[in-house]
């Protein structure tokens, strides 16, 4: 193996609701074999969002990326997938700005995805959710536990 393989996922208990609470969860693979499985809150006073716990999935697997070598990011987020393969350069090249001249959701993520990816070669793809995909689904399940306020490295 000489690339990262990763699977982001995000979950929110009650989202969109204002007792909503959300995690991040991701499983990486380094060039070497070894796998890292991570999980957290999204941090009080933050959006607890489905949509902003997705992106620090990929913002948390993507700092932990240190070597020089490719990197595929698998997400059932179809937005994330199609922002990294089309619209994320767009967004920076408008100022931060998407067709509707309104900033992405979530813009500081967003910007520090963009910053963590100077440098690397990512690939992301879209993957099924709960179609028995080890990664997608174990990415997932720590999702939750970090949505439920754990915070897991191992």
């Given at each position: 193996?000489?690339?990262?393989?990763?699977?982001?996922?995000?979950?929110?208990?009650?989202?969109?609701?204002?007792?909503?609470r959300?995690?991040?969860g991701?499983?990486?693979?380094?060039?070497?074999?070894d796998?890292?499985?991570?999980?957290g809150?999204?941090?009080?006073?933050?959006?607890?969002?489905?949509?902003?716990?997705?992106?620090m999935?990929?913002?948390?697997a993507?700092?932990?990326?240190?070597?020089?070598?490719?990197?595929t990011l698998?997400?059932?987020?179809?937005?994330?997938?199609?922002?990294?393969?089309?619209?994320?350069?767009?967004w920076?090249?408008?100022?931060w700005?998407?067709?509707?001249?309104?900033?992405?959701?979530?813009?500081?993520?967003?910007?520090r995805?963009?910053?963590?990816l100077?440098?690397?070669?990512?690939?992301?793809?879209?993957?099924?959710?709960?179609?028995?995909i080890?990664?997608?689904?174990?990415?997932d399940?720590?999702?939750?536990?970090?949505?439920?306020?754990?915070?897991?490295r191992k």
């Amino acid at each position: 193996m000489n690339a990262y393989t990763i699977y982001t996922d995000g979950a929110c208990h009650n989202n969109g609701k204002p007792n909503a609470r959300a995690g991040w969860g991701a499983v990486l693979t380094n060039p070497q074999g070894d796998t890292l499985e991570i999980a957290g809150p999204v941090p009080e006073g933050q959006p607890q969002t489905n949509g902003r716990a997705e992106l620090m999935a990929v913002v948390e697997a993507l700092e932990r990326c240190t070597q020089a070598a490719p990197i595929t990011l698998n997400t059932d987020s179809e937005y994330i997938a199609k922002a990294f393969q089309s619209w994320l350069a767009s967004w920076k090249a408008k100022g931060w700005r998407k067709a509707d001249k309104k900033p992405p959701e979530h813009l500081d993520l967003w910007q520090r995805i963009d910053h963590l990816l100077q440098g690397k070669e990512v690939t992301a793809c879209w993957v099924k959710a709960h179609s028995g995909i080890p990664g997608n689904e174990r990415a997932d399940a720590l999702a939750t536990l970090g949505a439920g306020g754990k915070v897991v490295r191992k």
